[in-house]
């Protein structure tokens, strides 16, 4: 893809960092923003998929980096922020998409290693990540850098709408949904805006046991307007809009790609 010079949406110069971005609605994002001119780097857990997205983005003319971190350990959340600007020069925007579902059957079978498990890497990776973001955004505008930062959550119907066996990953989804709305007042004055985007049902990794259930399906699809599942590629136009000039004044937002499910 080929843009004008004058086009807001020219990422060229640009680094971006996508968490869990080795697959689904993560490699959608990465995979619009490397289209755009952005040098991309990955995190994920998983070296075979990081590999499988590195082949991916490697059709767009840009410099990628493929990490390796479980972003629920702080020290790896720190060193890979490091690493990764390091090895790309600066870190532009930061999509916080990292996330893992829950595996009770019900709320009261719910452990405390599930509830757990979920909120190491649904809520403490997110601060982790978004923290070491905002350093690293704020040192360079204290340098003199106007370029300014944006950063991205990835939330979650489930922050608004019950769940009812995803109360864990609800509460994770609504305390990312505050904390950027705290990232967003705190951090405007170094020019750096903070938004969560909230999906609908996309086909991933993470939904595929759901769209397995011919029930589910008759049931979740009447209610789309759209008629369809979303897809990785809904999620390319709008990480490069939030990485752009374009949304210089968008921060405070919880933006929905879900089809009208929500709304319906």
């Given at each position: 893809?080929?843009?004008?010079?004058?086009?807001?949406?020219?990422?060229?110069?640009?680094?971006?960092?996508?968490?869990?971005?080795?697959?689904?609605?993560?490699?959608?994002?990465?995979?619009?923003?490397?289209?755009?001119?952005?040098?991309?780097?990955?995190?994920?857990?998983?070296?075979?998929?990081?590999?499988?997205?590195?082949?991916?983005?490697?059709?767009?003319?840009?410099?990628?980096?493929?990490?390796?971190?479980?972003?629920?350990?702080?020290?790896?959340?720190?060193?890979?922020?490091?690493?990764?600007?390091?090895?790309?020069?600066?870190?532009?925007?930061?999509?916080?998409?990292?996330?893992?579902?829950?595996?009770?059957?019900?709320?009261?079978?719910?452990?405390?290693?599930?509830?757990?498990?979920?909120?190491?890497?649904?809520?403490?990776?997110?601060?982790?990540?978004?923290?070491?973001?905002?350093?690293?955004?704020?040192?360079?505008?204290?340098?003199?850098?106007?370029?300014?930062?944006?950063?991205?959550?990835?939330?979650?119907?489930?922050?608004?709408?019950?769940?009812?066996?995803?109360?864990?990953?609800?509460?994770?989804?609504a305390g990312v949904n505050a904390m950027m709305r705290g990232i967003a007042?705190?951090?405007?004055?170094?020019?750096?805006?903070?938004?969560?985007?909230?999906?609908?049902?996309?086909?991933?990794?993470?939904?595929?046991?759901?769209?397995?259930?011919?029930?589910?399906?008759?049931?979740?699809?009447?209610?789309?307007?759209?008629?369809?599942?979303?897809?990785?590629?809904?999620?390319?136009?709008?990480?490069?809009?939030?990485?752009?000039?374009?949304?210089?004044?968008?921060?405070?937002?919880?933006?929905?790609?879900?089809?009208?499910?929500?709304?319906?």
């Amino acid at each position: 893809m080929t843009l004008s010079g004058s086009s807001p949406f020219d990422l060229t110069g640009r680094v971006a960092l996508v968490t869990g971005g080795n697959s689904g609605i993560g490699l959608g994002m990465a995979e619009g923003l490397a289209a755009h001119g952005a040098d991309v780097a990955i995190w994920g857990t998983n070296s075979e998929k990081n590999e499988r997205a590195i082949d991916v983005l490697s059709q767009y003319d840009v410099e990628l980096l493929s990490i390796i971190c479980d972003v629920s350990d702080e020290e790896a959340v720190v060193q890979s922020m490091a690493d990764t600007a390091d090895e790309l020069g600066r870190i532009d925007a930061v999509f916080v998409n990292a996330g893992v579902s829950g595996s009770s059957p019900s709320f009261l079978e719910m452990t405390s290693e599930d509830w757990r498990r979920v909120m190491s890497v649904n809520l403490d990776g997110a601060f982790y990540t978004a923290r070491e973001a905002a350093k690293h955004m704020v040192t360079r505008h204290e340098e003199g850098d106007t370029a300014g930062g944006s950063i991205v959550f990835t939330s979650s119907g489930s922050s608004e709408f019950g769940a009812a066996s995803g109360q864990a990953y609800g509460a994770t989804k609504a305390g990312v949904n505050a904390m950027m709305r705290g990232i967003a007042v705190a951090h405007a004055r170094h020019g750096i805006r903070c938004n969560s985007i909230l999906p609908g049902w996309i086909e991933s990794d993470m939904t595929a046991p759901a769209f397995g259930y011919d029930t589910f399906v008759q049931k979740v699809m009447p209610r789309i307007p759209t008629r369809r599942w979303g897809t990785k590629e809904d999620f390319a136009g709008i990480a490069t809009y939030l990485a752009s000039s374009a949304s210089t004044y968008h921060t405070g937002d919880i933006i929905r790609i879900d089809g009208g499910f929500h709304s319906f």
